[in-house]
C-alpha cells in the first residue's frame, strides 16, 4: 500500500535542467521525511538531498551544490528535486525514499523504483 514512485527522468544535453517528481500513495507524505539518491553505473548509491516534514533541508553531495533544489507540495502528496545545469557526471538512476524522524543517510523504509537521468550531447 505503501508506495513511492519516481518520474520525470529523461535524456538532457549537459546544462540543462529536469524537474524529478516523487509522489507518495498510501501515506501521508507530509508526515515524513523525504530523501533523494542515485545510483551511477558501477557505482554504490549515493544521497543527494533530504526534505524534512518541517521543511527543513539537508545536502548530502557537495557535487550538486547550488545547482539541485528539493521541495515539496503537501497538498499534492509529492516531492521535487530541481536539477539546474546538469553535467555527463549526474548520469544516474534517481530513488526517492521516505523515514520518519529527521534527514540521515540510512534509515529510509520506503523507496521507489528510481527514474533514469541521462547527461549526454
Given at each position: 500500500?505503501?508506495?513511492l514512485v519516481e518520474s520525470g527522468g529523461g535524456l538532457v544535453q549537459p546544462g540543462g535542467s529536469l524537474r524529478l517528481s516523487c509522489a507518495a500513495s498510501g501515506f501521508r507524505l507530509d508526515y515524513y521525511t523525504i530523501g533523494w539518491f542515485r545510483q551511477a553505473?558501477?557505482?554504490e548509491r549515493e544521497g543527494v538531498l533530504c526534505i524534512g516534514s518541517s521543511g527543513?533541508?539537508?545536502n548530502y553531495a557537495d557535487s550538486v551544490k547550488d545547482r539541485f533544489t528539493i521541495s515539496r507540495d503537501?497538498?499534492?502528496n509529492t516531492v521535487y528535486l530541481r536539477m539546474n545545469s546538469l553535467k555527463p557526471e549526474d548520469t544516474?538512476?534517481?530513488y526517492c525514499a521516505?523515514?520518519?524522524g529527521s534527514c540521515g543517510p540510512q534509515g529510509y523504509d520506503y523507496w521507489g523504483?528510481?527514474?533514469q537521468v541521462t547527461v549526454s550531447s
Open positions: 500500500q505503501l508506495q553505473p558501477g557505482k527543513s533541508r539537508t503537501n497538498a499534492k544516474a538512476v534517481y521516505a523515514r520518519r523504483q528510481g527514474t
